[in-house]
């Protein structure tokens, strides 16, 4: 039999009130071929009236699949959604069945309407119920004023990314304020689902998104115009600033690079953001590009507080180019690429020396000679946190300098893989009023072919714990409340436990215990004292191997 015959005596069993029999007919007619939208409408129909309401809105909506200009199965699908209790779906499908029904078809029409209205009184008493179900309950949270709700909303989202989402997931009353206040979607990351998501928060911010994040791999193609951005971060290199620029006019896109605050470009093309005056740029990070034409920004970006350029060329002109057009920096971290060689002895840069009187943090890594010339040329009389990691030179020589230039206000002192004298590190220290951690790891022994000591950096350690320099009485280093020595292997017990016991004493009043202890790859401590320093230390690290050097040892 054809899915016709099928039908047609699936119809006669209906008209029959043979329900079990027209289901029968109708499945075959569906499994033979019948596509038509009558086929699915009718079994939907017998399943209506079998009770299996979940198995009939499945049809009705095969029904609107099959013909979306029939009314007949948004006509049941609003019926069988009303039974469902899915009240808002109900006026939704019958909404969508009236604009289908035409004029002469008034009957229809009234039962359509019919549904609609008892779906709408049924939403309208449940939503009454609700408000004095909540009044009931004291729901204290909904008599704030709406201005205390979105400012207690605000400060969610603002230290989390996804808060505007979670906030309108709650309930009916947060999502209705959610929604409804633009400021709340401020912020987009772009990843799964990106266009979509873009246009979605461009609706709900009323295009007003200030915060941009790009992870890798989204395309700018699809995507409405940022026009009030304030930080645009990516990781993509097909969609840049330049693709954002495209999106927009000339005013537009002069009005964009006068307001951009911060930008966080990583594996992309940085022609765009060398090429438009940004007088409000305070926060600029370039990580693994290929090149990046420091000059050129120079003349472009002249109010940056943090600065951060990983993975990339560092001609040393053009980089002390661009720090002298920006006298209030802050922060400055440059980490290069290990084993290249950056100074180029074939160009004569300018090394006139300037400061930086507003640096309070700088990081610096794996560079040649290139390091040396480069601290030569800066002073940095406020420095309060420097990090110097697998610098192939010996760092004495910068060390002094650091000091003359004035390190009183020294918080942190990181050095790792470095090689530096023990005479020239307690130089420093003797200066160090407010030294609060201290870092010397990866260094001594045969740790790293460069990064040796010169000396013995028990010396630095037995120094700390005699409390004092040069005889004077005067504290040394009595901030101190974080220590790394970290695969240093010449490090021994003694000296350690000389330290801790001193800052357990407080001869000194200024002196303070140390809060945490790290000598992780050091084989000379001593195992059965860890316990001794566990009950000392709040903070306490001791893993003689990694997990890759213990396996190779087994």
Known sequence: MSWKDHFDEGVKAFRSSNLEEALTHFSKAVECGGTHFNVYDSRAAVLERLGRTKDALRDAKATIDADPSRW??????SRLFFKLQKYSSSITMAELALERLKNGEIKRVDEVLAIKRKAAAVQSDLAQQEREQRAANSYHFGKLPVEIIVHIFTLHVDTHASGSIVLSHVC???RGIALNTPTLWSTLILSRKPIKKAL?????SGGMVKELTVRQGVLAAGMPPFKRLRTFRTASHEMTLKHLLDLLDANEREQLTRNLEEIVLKECHTSALVAQEMPALRHLEIRSVGVFDWNAASTHISSLRTLVVHDTSYPIGDVLSLLRANPMLETLSFMATPGKIYLDFGIEPDLT???????????LGNFDLWSDMFLATISTPSLETLTLTALQSRQDAVLH??????VSRLRELRMQKCS?????????????DALE???LSHIGGNASAGARMGGDINVVIEALAAGTLGGDGSPLCCSLQHLDISHCPDIKTGPLIRLVKAHLAGGHGDIKPLRSLIMNGCPLIDAETLPWFRSKVPVLSCAYLDKKTASYKR
């Open 172 to 174: 009916q009353h947060w």
């Open 437 to 439: 951690t201290l870092e």
């Open 200 to 204: 979605l928060w461009h609706t709900r």
């Open 401 to 406: 300098k650091l000091k003359r230039d004035g």
């Open 353 to 363: 020396q300037f400061p930086l009187p507003c640096l309070r943090s700088l990081e």
């Open 72 to 77: 007949q199965g948004y006509a049941r699908a």
């Open 420 to 432: 530096v004298s023990p005479s020239t590190v307690l130089q420093v220290l003797e200066h160090v």
